[in-house]
């Protein structure tokens, strides 16, 4: 990846990160650890990748992203104020009862977002259907799906998973956002979802494993799946929960939690640090 | 009634889907694995391309409906009601019904005319889970003429619709030349003034035979087909309420949470009256042929009367 490019996406997702603190420290709650894990991803995609246009949020002939893992709201919306969907301000309304930033996503109250997600497993189904839509209706547009290591203990996303490759949806790419933890403790001790790739590679999929905070390795890795023809894509992207924030980083227990104002303080200057290092 | 044409409302209903998908390129039909049982067969065999089987994954079904629907299609998604209404529950209620997706639900093998396949498949809950989601319209056709018409005024909506059919071939009571069906909007079928029986699918051909049962024992009950359980029709019910002074309800579904349940709380709170209401109650089915099932379960003209006269007897 060029140098250059990779340095703004590392500063576009710096940025993105200090706005998913600012979200959740202002909504005082919400789900830091995982949004910090899945931000340079869903920054790659939004910045570098994705044929979106923010200012025309419904246009037919879009990618599109699905926030299967919908808990991680705030790292999608971060992603798409810096894109320009809505102003940066608005974050700070994350969970407002007068807000459009729903705890997870609306397709309904935010523009940009394409489709309503949250329970966990159902966003990859609606992932088929706009991929199959596509294909339907002769399109070249894309669709990308977001899970969590989780939320893949759910059925749902195996049913997905065996359809999307009998279908040949190689207009769909999924992520696994492997960080390693759920809500009560490492996926590996809860129910391993362990081996992932070679449970996707058993369901007919193209597997591509990669660090999901290595902007050349995410680059490669999405360049690849849109090359790759015939079946979908998964990319299985190793992780770190809380990704960004020292005292955040694979702690199951900022999952769910916001930081009080000390930590608020003490991760801003982190990121403020790292970004001032990055644009140097 | 000179009519004797008998036909299920699940055949109507792919039917319907074959003759709308020939005048709307945009009509997509999705099924798991039960395209002969719910009549989508028909529509796969003329429209190939446009018919997708999702295998025995009715979760899975539900979302790519959703999916789909996003991109511009109209799109029936098909099962029995059981699977459709109560195995994706969640995913009609989070991936369709909260982001109001133009997804119509094509429920067949609602209710215990069933029969023989027994308790497992009989669902008689699944008007209670779709009427308690917010903007889901629900229709439950009283026979085949209705059935398509049904089908072709959901395609003009856009959002979420669950269709109501049944597996049992039930007797035609509309007259395809001249029936207007328009949803949310009831139809008398016949006048009375002593009570009025409210009946809803393949109970108001019973209503009416129990109007009959009525009429020779000097009892005059008028008969309104409510194919639309939402949005009710309150003002049909008021007006009834207020003319007969009790009603009777009749449906093939749990009396808990249904049909009779939603009349009831537009008479409590509005023209209080009594309302006795006919369906399957708080039990599951059992194996047996289609039409002994509603006998045993008491969904026939017979408990119908039956119940008109404990409500015109409650009667003030």
Known sequence: MDAVVRKQLKIKACQARMGIIEEVFNAKSGHPGGSLSCVDILTYLYFQHMNVDPKNPKWEDRDRLVLSKGHVAPALYAVMALKGYFPVEELKTLRKSDSMLQGHPSMKLTPGVDMSTGSLG????????????????????????????????????????????????????AVVDNNGLQIDGKISDVNSPYPIPEKFKAFGWNVIEICAHSFDEIDAAFKAAAEFKGKPSVIVATSTKGKGVSFMEDQVSWHGAAPNAEQYEQAMSELKAALAELEA | MADTVKMATREAYGNALVELGGKNDKVVVLDADLAAATKTGSFKKAFPERFFDTGIAESNMMGVAAGLATTGYTVFASSFAMFAAGRAYEQVRNSIGYPHLNVKIGATHAGISVGEDGASHQCCED???????????????????????????????????????????????????????EIGKAVTLCEGSDVTICATGLMVGEALKAKEILANEGISAAVINFHTIKPIDKEAIIEAAKKTGAIVTAEEHSVIGGFGAAVAEVVCESVPVPVVRVGVEDTYGRSGPAVEMLHIYGLDAENIAAKARIAVGLKK
């Open chain 1, 122 to 173: 159902q966003g990859i189904s609606t992932a088929c259907g706009m991929a199959l839509g596509a294909k339907l209706s002769n399109k070249n547009f894309r669709v990308y799906a977001i899970l969590g290591d989780g939320e893949i203990q759910e059925g749902q996303v195996w049913e997905a998973a065996m359809y999307a490759s009998a279908k040949g949806l190689d207009n769909l790419v």
């Open chain 2, 127 to 181: 008007i209670a889970l779709m009427r308690v989601v917010p903007g889901m319209i629900v229709i439950n056709p009283a026979d085949d003429v209705e059935a398509r018409a049904a089908v072709f005024a959901a395609a003009e909506i856009d959002g979420p619709v669950y269709l109501r059919f049944g597996r049992l071939a039930v007797e035609r009571i509309n007259n395809p030349d001249t029936y207007k069906f």
